[in-house]
């Protein structure tokens, strides 16, 4: 017999795994598909302090791998693999991998976001080699070295914080005068002898031969272009990039309604402009991106959702 889910969320991240969780406990048959890995973006954050009673020094890690230990134990099912083209003509939608077909009678999206590049020269080509977007994840490489972060936000700042535990000096370089962070992690930044700001300023460019041991870097509002040399003892140096992020939302471009930077658009209950199609979390066109809205997000979805396929029978 065809293996029809009643509901199938696409990403297992906060959101995801929310949804799966109220859609397990209503008993919808579910399944999880996540592309990477279980817990999505926030495993890049190495402390969360603002997710209601959550456990001092839960990291995102921790945090998500006790959501995804819940959602298992009401039966959901998770697979790993990523959706690349749909069929959603019929009642049944079918979701396509490379290699497999998925279907079920609604979807969750929860696909979420990922790290915007800034886009200067040298940036993608040094990738792994200096250059980095999670500093929970390649921190540690850079003890004792110097480490730059770029971007004016909560990451920015937050991550900038975390790397002092590793770098011998972090600088925070943001494109204008003001921090768009909370001022709270501003003022945490700014007390941190290891951290330094190169404000109004911009990356050009990031050079090296292997790995990255020079950034030149401009400051937009004088003109004034400076290079900044790794040490020639270390030779290297890194480069945290925390420029926002985009919506993973690029197959669902010409179906569902989005906003100009492609978040997609949904009501009050996560329903999207295609009935039996929902998205929550990251993806979503909303305000606030935390995992406290993430998880709100999934809880609601999971409930329009089992409500749909009950209308359906
Ligand atoms: P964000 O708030 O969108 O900030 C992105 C930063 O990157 C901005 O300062 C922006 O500059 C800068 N930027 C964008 N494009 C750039 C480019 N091409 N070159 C240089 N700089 C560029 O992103 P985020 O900090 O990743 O945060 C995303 C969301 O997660 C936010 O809602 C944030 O509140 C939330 N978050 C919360 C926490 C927390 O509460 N603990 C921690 C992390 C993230 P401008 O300011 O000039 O636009």
Not at 66 to 76: D, L, N, P, T, Y
Request: proline letters at 2%; one cysteine or more.
């Amino acid at each position: 017999m065809e293996n029809i889910y009643d509901i199938i969320i696409i990403g297992g991240g906060p959101s995801g795994l929310a949804a799966g969780l109220y859609a397990g406990r209503a008993r919808a048959k579910t399944l999880i598909i996540e592309k990477g890995n279980i817990g999505g973006l926030i495993t890049s954050t190495h402390e969360i302090e603002n997710y209601p009673g959550g456990l001092k020094g839960d990291s995102g890690s921790s945090l998500t791998e006790r959501m995804r230990q819940q959602v298992e134990e009401f039966g959901v099912k998770i697979v790993f693999d990523e959706i690349v083209s749909f069929d959603i003509s019929g009642s049944v939608k079918e979701l396509k991998s490379h290699n497999a077909s998925y279907k079920a009678k609604a979807i969750i999206i929860a696909s979420g976001a990922w790290p915007r590049f800034i886009g200067c020269k040298g940036e993608l080509e040094h990738v792994g080699m200096g250059v980095s977007y999670c500093a929970t994840c390649d921190g540690s490489f850079f003890t004792g070295l110097e480490v730059y972060v770029v971007g004016g936000g909560d990451a920015a700042l937050e991550e900038g914080i975390y790397l002092t535990k590793f770098a011998e000096k972090v600088s925070i370089i943001h494109r204008r005068d003001a921090f768009r962070a909370a001022k709270s992690i501003v003022e945490k930044a700014e007390k941190n002898d290891k951290i330094h700001f190169i404000m109004d300023s911009i990356v050009e460019e990031i050079k090296g031969n292997g790995a990255v041991d020079e950034i030149v870097v401009k400051n937009i509002k004088t003109g004034e272009v400076v290079s900044h040399k790794a040490d020639p003892e270390a030779g290297m140096m890194g480069v945290f990039i925390y420029a926002g992020y985009l919506p993973n939302s690029q197959i669902w471009e010409n179906t569902l309604k989005m906003d100009s930077r492609g978040y997609i658009i949904t009501d009050m209950e996560m329903k999207t402009n295609v009935p039996g199609l929902f998205a929550a979390g990251d993806i979503r066109e909303k305000t606030l991106r935390q995992v406290a809205t993430a998880v709100s997000d999934g809880a609601v979805a999971a409930v329009a959702a089992s409500a749909y396929v009950d209308d359906l029978e």
